[in-house]
């Protein structure tokens, strides 16, 4: 089976957050609160047109990735997010980038 080439491919973006809280968040609440604020926002449509997913998340800093044509609304969402599993929270980003590795690299450095 060949690869589509690099121009049809879709293009994917990484986003480093932080979740500032008085206690450690686990993976799945945040999981489960990043979709509800994304559909409540954007509608069931767009949220699996997005193909948001949660790639890491430990130490309450993590790394979401989304289709480039919704790094806007994926961003959006994540901002208006105050409140996981009954805590009080902030998502703060990190920074964008076009690769994993690179988005790692911006999650040591911050």
């Known amino acids: 089976m060949m690869k589509l080439p690099s121009s049809m491919r879709v293009r994917k973006r990484y986003i480093a957050f932080r979740v500032i809280a008085e206690k450690n968040i686990e993976k799945e609440v945040l999981w489960e609160t990043m979709m509800k604020s994304f559909i409540s926002l954007f509608g069931e449509t767009e949220t699996m047109n997005s193909a948001m997913r949660l790639e890491e998340f430990e130490n309450n800093r993590g790394i979401v990735s989304c289709k ?28 964008v980038s076009g690769t994993i ?10």
């Open 68 to 95: 480039l044509e919704s790094l806007e609304k994926v961003m959006i969402s994540l901002t208006l997010i105050d409140c996981v599993g009954g805590v009080d929270v902030a998502l703060v980003t990190l920074g």
């Open 101 to 110: 590795k690179k988005c790692k690299r911006k999650m040591e450095v911050v």
